[in-house]
C-alpha cells in the first residue's frame, strides 16, 4: 500500500506545483511576479512531462 501512496504522489507532484504556482501567479504582487517567472520557466518542463505521461515520448515515457 505505501508503495502505490508513493506512486501516486510521485506521478501528481509535477500537477500539483503547477497548480500552485498558477495559484501565486493570481495573487496580488509582488507574488504574482514571482508565480509568473516561475512558470515561464517550469511550462516547457510541464509540457514535456505531459507528452511522456499521456503520449509516451521524451525522457518523461514509462518503459
Known sequence: M???VRVL???SLPLVGT??????ALQP???RYVGIVC???????????V?????????WADD
Do not use: I, M, N, S
Request: zero cysteines.
Open 9 to 11: 504522489l510521485r506521478r
Open 51 to 59: 507528452a511522456g505521461t499521456l503520449f509516451g515520448v521524451g525522457p
Open 29 to 31: 504582487p509582488p507574488v
Open 39 to 49: 512558470l515561464a520557466v517550469v511550462t516547457p518542463f510541464l509540457f514535456g512531462w
Open 19 to 24: 497548480l500552485y504556482l498558477v495559484y501565486l
Open 2 to 4: 505505501f508503495g502505490e
